[in-house]
């Protein structure tokens, strides 16, 4: 039965090969060619250290990253795309073309069980498919580390785009788009409905989950004087909330909140308040202490996690889903 | 053009050395036919001998690799279908979502000659409701729907691709009767293919059977039937023949 | 031992029935020839055996076990569409549905593909003609080694010479197997040598369902005077008539009046009269 | 290998059912002197190669043989004729009766009667020597 969907889906997994063949080849020589931009505007040292603590020729960096930026994030977005394409062009048509052209019944006709025929097409479409997702991945991630932080790694690992590349995100989102495909083929029963609804379900979900993952992680709370100076802005971590809290330790809310730092930034007379009397003035006025939840940089691989099982989750529910209705199919 | 000038005097078909070449091979080959006018044709041969090629080198729809063909006296192109000429095609293309009355105004709109009340009698003679989605007819009423569209533009050369195959035989018994009748009493030229010789006997007075992308007997049914073999017989006989000298030559060539 | 049961068999298509309270049964060894007009039901009857469709209400049972969305080792199914995979060639299909099969026998395709001319092993399916699939998907249906064979329409798409030599693979392999075969067609004149017994459905029911010389002895073709109708006993089937004459098709008539003539229907005027009075039954406005 | 002695020819459109017309050419067969006792009939197998018909029909015709007691099956090995219906009379091209007919015809062809003649003079005698009743 593997032979048979192999046999079937040849064409698509040669594509699939060439794509990642392709992709390797071009990667590398964009990799090169950018290592030898760094080497020759002596900027190597910048790729590790932060911008401002390395020493390299005025200009240097802002011309390097003007003309690879652009380029690096057409790679991440290539990965970031690619479960929407994997739903797209294989999770979709796998069964809405056999149940349009009528060839389900060849099978359902023999004595191979439906469920197995569905399992064998779906483990000759999927495992390529992902293989090809990880590779790719992997070689975007092997081209940006090269870049370091002179490319949109120093953004953080919770950007948008550079979360949605790395660890095992893009794996869950494939899975998730294609059981979507499928899905959406054996009850449309036909390709191109199933490929643009299933596009277009995909990029909602996408969005509307994305909020999802922060909350299911716990966040780690730091609370300080208002006096006191922190930088988890700065070190990459994914802050959810800030705020300030009255002596009770209770919220307050972001509109007194903000009257008061207005009312802080000048004096009793009316003149603007030196910094160490709007310090002084904030725990007078009540905004005792300030806090912050976030969820720090070293903490990115459980957000992944979560990513993928939801996902993940959702995508054994759309496959259970497949499974009951071509079983049903008449 | 000059041809044009006398069109009742010029034959509904001939072709001198027509032949047309795929990819894959000769379809037709050396093929020299008259179809006289006023005639009903049986076109019969195997699968693959040429007879949808040959259709389509008469509508136009295909050009000739060697020789010539002409319809009235006329080459057809691939600009359009001879006017006086009309084909229904194997899978009686219609459009699934128009109504019975809608399909008959896609007639009149894409067919100068259209003649409404005619196409609207037929319809009425077979009794399919005008207002019906094409899409929800039965095979024999579909049939008769696209007879109706083939007929409503006034032909003089109808060409039928297997306008039997998928009805049952009452329908088949019916649609035959009807097609029969208006081309007698219309005076019109029918080609009609057909695996099903039993049906075509005793309604076809014209012969054209291929073999091979050739053709093997061509002429008029009272010529070339031997006075006491049905039909049917002589030709089921002639594929026979024709048949086992195939396998001969490409066992000798084996 | 029957190789197939229908018991109240129904299927409803939204708001159409399109089998209905459908009962019979197919002995083993048997040649059915299933007839009836475009739309009866036919082929939803045959993909309901074959497990394709669910029933609605009722029982389908083939050789004792209920067929429940699954076809029955013993039973191979020929659709109407033929459904190959068209972009492999024969060699290779007849390899992939080998795979998808249990018991399977490559040399009994191969012997069957064989026996039919112009097939071409490594063609690809797609590029054969409507006739040669359709030789493929027969051998390929027997290659399972089926005792039952559902055939919907095998000829429909077959030249004379092809369908003379596809009869002969189907009718060998009853001879060799005891194989029962069901098998709808149109083409009455090709049923009456192979099949030995009639199962004709009309609007979703069984209309007649029995061994078809049996079938024919127990009807009767009277032709007379149509003034003299009334002399006439019998269950009228279907009657055309002309001015002065009437034809007449009859169950299980009594004596012939003085004036008939009386000949026993041939299978080709007894499945027409069926047909003709069903059309009468449908649009009751046409009857004259 | 043993195979058949005689083939059957199934006409299509003689209305005739198949059943019967192996039948009568069985029969025909044993009174022309064709098949005699001992003689295997062809099996349903290489009937239905020969003329695609459906093998429970020749076989069916084979049992109506059978209970007329003029052939016997032997399991496993097929259907044997076991009674002779030649008799000198119709057996062989030197049977008197036989004879008498062909010089018979020969006049009438010498004579100018077409087969349409032959035919109906043939047919008006038998049914005047053979009764409605008789031959069926």
């Not at chain 1, 080849?25 to 950018?34: D, K, Q």
């Not at chain 2, 009748?181 to 309604?203: D, K, M, N, P, Y």
């Not at chain 3, 007009?37 to 309901?48: D, H, I, Q, V, Y």
């Not at chain 4, 009174?31 to 006792?37: A, E, K, N, Q, Y």
Request: hydrophobic share 45%; net charge neutral.
């Amino acid at each position: 039965m593997m032979w048979v969907s192999w046999r079937r889906q040849r064409a698509q997994l040669i594509t699939l090969l060439g794509m990642l063949v392709v992709g390797a080849g071009v990667i590398a020589l964009l990799r090169s060619t950018m290592i030898d931009a760094i080497t020759s505007s002596q900027l190597a040292r910048c790729v590790t250290q932060a911008l401002q603590d390395c020493t390299a020729p005025d200009g240097a960096a802002k011309a390097f990253q003007e003309a690879w930026t652009t380029r690096l994030n057409i790679g991440q977005a290539v990965i970031l795309g690619l479960p929407a394409l994997i739903g797209v062009f294989i999770g979709a048509p796998l069964f809405a073309r056999e149940l349009e052209q009528g060839t389900h019944v060849l099978a359902f006709t023999q004595s191979v069980r439906r469920t197995r025929w569905m399992v064998s097409k779906l483990v000759v479409a999927l495992v390529p498919s992902l293989i090809v997702l990880i590779g790719l991945q992997y070689l975007v991630s092997w081209w940006l580390s090269a870049a370091g932080t002179l490319g949109p790694r120093k953004n953080g690992s919770f950007t948008a785009l550079n979360f949605g590349i790395e660890h095992v995100s893009p794996v869950g989102y494939a899975l998730f788009a294609f059981a979507l495909g499928a899905f959406l083929g054996v009850v449309s029963r036909r390709t191109l409905a199933a490929m643009t609804a299933g596009l277009g379900a995909f990029v909602v979900a996408r969005f509307a989950l994305s909020g999802l993952v922060d909350r299911l992680v716990p966040a780690q709370r730091l609370e300080v004087s208002p006096a006191t100076n922190v930088n988890v802005y700065h070190d990459g971590s994914l802050v959810l909330e800030t705020g300030y809290l009255d002596a009770a330790g209770q919220l307050v809310s972001k509109e007194k909140a903000g009257a008061l730092l207005q009312a802080c930034k000048s004096t009793s007379e009316g003149t603007p308040n030196s910094q160490e009397g709007f310090l002084a003035c904030l725990p007078q006025s009540g905004l005792s202490k300030w806090y912050a939840s976030f969820i720090p940089k070293s903490q990115a691989w459980q957000l992944h996690l979560v990513d993928l099982a939801i996902f993940g989750g959702l995508a054994l529910l759309l496959l259970a889903g497949t499974a009951w209705v071509l079983r049903r199919q008449s | 053009m000059n041809a044009r000038r006398q069109p009742e005097q010029a034959l509904p078909v001939t072709a001198r050395d027509l032949g047309k070449k795929y990819r894959r091979g000769w379809a037709l080959r050396e093929t020299a036919l008259v179809i006289p006018d006023n005639r009903v044709v049986a076109l019969v041969g195997p699968n693959g001998a040429g007879k949808s090629t040959l259709m389509g080198l008469i509508t136009g729809l295909l050009r000739p690799t060697t020789g010539e063909i002409t319809v009235f006296g006329d080459h057809p192109t691939g600009k359009g279908l001879h006017p006086a000429v009309a084909y229904l095609a194997q899978q009686k293309p219609l459009y699934q979502q128009f109504t019975v009355t809608e399909t008959m105004t896609f007639g009149a709109r894409t067919n100068p000659t259209w003649d409404q009340r005619y196409a609207e009698h037929l319809i009425e003679q077979a009794a399919v409701p005008m207002d019906a989605k094409v899409g929800t007819l039965s095979g024999g009423q579909r049939t008769r729907v696209a007879l109706a569209l083939a007929l409503g533009k006034r032909p003089r050369l109808l060409l039928l691709d297997e306008p039997l195959a998928d009805l049952d035989p009452l329908a088949r018994e019916t649609v035959l009767r009807t097609l029969i009748a208006e081309a007698r009493t219309q005076g019109i030229t029918v080609v009609l293919s057909s695996h099903v010789l039993a049906e075509l006997e005793g309604v076809c007075d014209h012969l054209v059977l291929l073999h091979s992308g050739r053709v093997l007997l061509a002429g008029d049914v009272d010529q070339i039937g031997a006075d006491r073999v049905p039909l049917g017989q002589l030709v089921l006989d002639r594929m026979r023949e024709a048949a086992a000298q195939d396998q001969a030559t490409r066992g000798a060539a084996a | 031992m029957t190789a197939m049961t229908a018991t109240a068999v129904g299927k409803r298509y939204r708001t159409r029935w399109a089998v209905r309270d459908c009962s019979f049964a197919v002995p083993e060894g048997k040649v059915v020839a299933l007839v009836g007009p475009n739309g009866a039901g036919k082929s939803t009857l045959l993909r309901m055996a074959a497990g394709l469709v669910r029933p609605t209400t009722g029982e389908l049972r083939t050789f004792g076990t209920p067929v429940d969305g699954r076809i029955h080792p013993d039973v191979s199914f020929l659709a109407q569409n033929r459904s190959l995979y068209r972009d492999l060639t024969v060699r290779e299909l007849t390899r992939a549905v080998g795979a998808m099969n249990d018991r399977w026998s490559t040399d009994r395709v191969e012997e069957v593909l064989g026996l039919l001319a112009g097939v071409d092993h490594d063609a690809k399916v797609g590029t054969l003609s409507a006739g040669a699939r359709t030789q493929v998907a027969i051998a390929l249906a027997l290659g399972r080694l089926p005792r039952l064979l559902l055939l919907d329409e095998p000829l429909s798409d077959l030249d004379p010479l092809a369908r003379d030599e596809t009869l002969r693979v189907i009718m060998t392999d009853v001879a060799d197997h005891g194989t029962t075969v069901v098998m709808s067609s149109h083409l009455l004149s090709d049923l009456r040598e192979v099949c030995d017994h009639i199962l004709l459905i009309d609007d979703g029911r069984v209309q007649v369902d029995g061994d078809i010389e049996e079938v024919l002895a127990e009807h009767r073709v009277l032709v007379g005077p149509v003034a003299d109708e009334s002399a006439v006993a019998g269950t009228l089937i279907s009657a055309t008539r002309t001015e002065r004459q009437s034809t007449l098709l009859l169950r299980k008539a009594e004596p012939t009046p003085a004036g008939w003539a009386d000949t026993e229907p041939d299978l080709e005027s007894l499945v027409m009269g069926y047909l003709r009075a069903s059309r009468d039954r449908r649009s009751p406005a046409r009857r004259r | 290998m043993l195979t058949g002695v005689i083939e059957f020819r199934i006409d299509r459109r003689s209305g005739v059912s198949t059943y019967m017309q192996i039948i009568q050419q069985a029969k025909q067969a044993m009174r022309l002197g064709l098949l005699h006792p001992g003689d295997r009939l062809p099996s349903a197998r290489e009937v239905v190669e020969a003329t695609a018909v459906n093998p429970n029909t020749v076989l069916k015709a084979y049992r109506e043989l059978e209970r007329e007691g003029l052939v016997e099956a032997r399991r496993g090995l097929g259907t044997f004729v076991t009674k002779s219906l030649s008799s000198a009379a119709t057996a062989g091209d030197d049977a008197p009766l036989r004879q008498e007919l062909s010089g018979w015809m020969g006049r009438a062809r010498r004579g100018g009667l077409v087969v349409e003649d032959v035919d109906a003079l043939y047919s008006a005698v038998r049914d005047e020597h053979y009764p409605a009743e008789e031959q069926a």
